[in-house]
């Protein structure tokens, strides 16, 4: 499985930025994979913070803690041209959820990408319809590097992309309760939808 990207030089004085995207459904290991990328340039002691919208702190309530016990600061903000105000000391930048940004986050991170600086977005890329969950088509067009991960299917036990919402409720975001999605291969996810 491709599960990084071969990239050429991307160190920081290089000033050769570049827009790298983690995409999949819920339970995928999105953080997961943000996290690891993250905490390898911070052992290289590159500059590195994760911002992720202020209306997911339930979630990531946590700092994450890397192995050499340096902390990557996780910064909640209210929109997507707050990133531009903060993120000018990071080499790296990781911004979580980016479903939950409004359309501004793309001018974003074309921007950042654009200052020679590593950005790396992590979110889901379909909502629990099985449609596109806007920004996050717009981001995989301008990203260099894309990587798709998947869940296990909890009916069949096959690799997952859908999220399947086990109530009836059709608000396209409903937070805080993880409880109420499962992961579902194609063929599961639409059988029950119908
Ligand atoms: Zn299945």
């Known amino acids: 499985m491709f599960i990084e990207p071969l990239i050429g030089n991307n160190h920081p004085k290089s000033q050769k930025g570049h827009i790298e995207v983690i995409c999949g459904s819920m339970f995928s290991g999105k953080t997961e994979e943000l996290i690891r990328r993250l905490n390898r340039a911070l052992i290289a002691k590159q500059r590195v913070e994760i911002f992720k919208p202020a209306v997911d702190t339930r979630y990531h309530t946590y700092n994450v803690v890397s192995h050499n016990e340096n902390e990557i600061r996780s910064t909640p903000v209210n929109f997507a041209d707050d990133i531009m105000l903060l993120a ?83 608000r396209k975001v409903m937070l805080g309760e993880k409880d109420a999605y499962e992961a579902r291969c194609r063929k599961c996810f639409y059988e029950e939808k119908k």
Do not use: W
């Open 88 to 170: 000018g000391d990071c080499d790296v930048i990781g911004i979580d959820e980016v479903q939950f940004f409004d359309q501004q986050i793309v001018s974003v991170a074309n921007k950042l990408a654009s200052l020679g600086k590593r950005v790396i977005l992590a979110g889901l890329d379909m909502d629990f319809e099985g449609q596109p969950f806007e920004p996050m088509p717009q981001l995989l067009a301008i990203a260099e590097y894309v990587t798709k991960v998947h869940a296990i299917c909890m009916k069949c036990g096959d690799l997952a992309s859908y999220s399947f919402r086990l109530s009836g409720e059709k």
